[in-house]
């Protein structure tokens, strides 16, 4: 039995992949971040992936190419477009190319990790584990 959904999570910035990274498994969730886009299409993990979390502009190849490269090797899992654009085009070739959802970076923290724990209930996976705590030391 799964005890937490496994998020794939890539974006070539550093910085916000730490920091993705860092808010979904204080969430709960098991996370594997890949900064470069070859290391997520090679990764072992990719095949028990139950959601993908794909940055839209990327160097080597945008959101969309690295979709269909995942749908091509048959990885099936909800994906999530996130995006610094709030231009509704994007939005509107995301859903087009198979993304179940948009997120806009400066409204990541709680639209990302409702919409995560929405499509991992919809396939029948555990969202998340327990939320790991942090304590404020004065």
Not at 2 to 16: G, Q
Not at 81 to 110: C, I, M, N
Request: hydrophobic share 45%.
């Amino acid at each position: 039995m799964v005890s937490r959904a496994l998020i794939l999570v890539v974006d070539d910035d550093t910085a916000v992949l730490n920091s993705l990274g860092f808010m979904l498994e204080t969430e709960g969730f098991e996370v594997r971040a890949f900064s470069d886009i070859g290391e997520l299409l090679h990764a072992d993990s990719i095949h028990e992936a139950n959601c993908l979390v794909v940055d839209y502009l990327m160097p080597a190849m945008d959101g969309f190419d690295v979709l269909r490269s995942l749908r091509r090797r048959q990885i099936t899992a909800p994906a999530i477009l996130l995006t610094g654009s709030s231009d509704e085009t994007v939005g509107g070739r995301a859903v087009a190319a198979g993304f179940a959802r948009v997120v806009e970076k400066p409204h990541l923290e709680d639209e990302l990790v409702g919409a995560i724990r929405e499509l991992t209930a919809q396939i029948g996976i555990p969202a998340t584990g327990p939320p790991i705590r942090l304590w404020r030391i004065p």
